[in-house]
């Protein structure tokens, strides 16, 4: 079965400070996203990387994805306030690209 | 910018009682997908559907969940009998080509079984 798993499941952090979030997942896969869930909301997308060593950044935030260690992560910089919210990372699998999502990593940024 | 809609926003039903959840995806795209997020749980796959057929469906995917593409432009998802476990967020998605395409998603159908 595939697995999903991300860490942490809640963070909290300092306006300014950095940090990441990892994604990590159980089957051969090239396609990975990240998404942005604001409360009641629906998922923004943040970033699509779909292939080995892919990096994209935009503003504080960018993703990396490695395919062989089937791992991806999005980093943090400098967080602000505006950039609390619950973000997921989805692995597309199989010839339908059914997506199957991480847990979610709640993140509060603090004064 | 083109994007995929839902109504309701919000259905409150009772037990047992049947629902009808509508997406209309964005109009170039020929893969759709239901998903249903429980409050405060992870996004999870229900079901997926292309050239009128399920491609795929998850275990959540029962004998009670139905999905329909009846006309060019709508596409739903209905919940024969509803549950108290069924209240959660369903979001539809759409995209445009198999393969390394990107899913976009409605903006979610908030449902409530009472």
């Known amino acids: 079965e595939l697995k999903v798993e991300q860490n942490p499941l809640f963070l909290s952090m300092q306006e300014g400070k950095n940090y990441t979030i990892y994604c990590n997942y159980s089957?051969?896969?090239?396609?990975l996203y990240w998404y942005r869930q604001d409360p009641g909301k629906s998922l923004e997308s943040l970033f699509v990387?779909?292939?080995?060593?892919a990096v994209k950044q935009e503003g504080r935030l960018m993703a990396s994805l490695d395919t062989k260690a089937r791992l991806s992560t999005l980093h943090i910089t400098a967080a602000v306030h505006d950039l609390s919210a619950t973000y997921f990372c989805a692995v597309d699998i199989g010839d339908n690209n059914d997506m199957r999502f991480g847990a979610g990593t709640r993140l509060t940024v603090k004064p | 910018e083109p994007e995929v809609t839902q109504t309701p926003s919000h259905q409150v039903t009772q037990m047992g009682q049947e629902v009808i959840l509508r997406c209309v995806p964005i109009?170039?795209?020929?893969?759709f997908y239901w998903y249903r997020q429980i409050l405060g749980q992870k996004v999870e796959f229900l079901v997926s559907f292309y050239n009128n057929e399920i491609s795929e469906k998850s275990e959540i995917f029962d004998d009670q969940f139905s999905v329909e593409r009846p006309d060019g432009s709508n596409f739903t998802l209905k919940i024969r009998s509803t549950k108290l476990e069924d209240s959660a967020m369903y979001f539809c998605?759409?995209?445009?080509?198999?393969?390394?395409?990107?899913?976009?998603f409605g903006p979610g159908t908030r449902l409530t079984v009472l």
């Open positions: 109009s170039n795209h020929l893969y």
């Open positions: 990387l779909l292939s080995n060593g």
């Open positions: 998605a759409s995209k445009r080509t198999s393969g390394r395409a990107e899913q976009f």
């Open positions: 089957t051969t896969s090239d396609r």
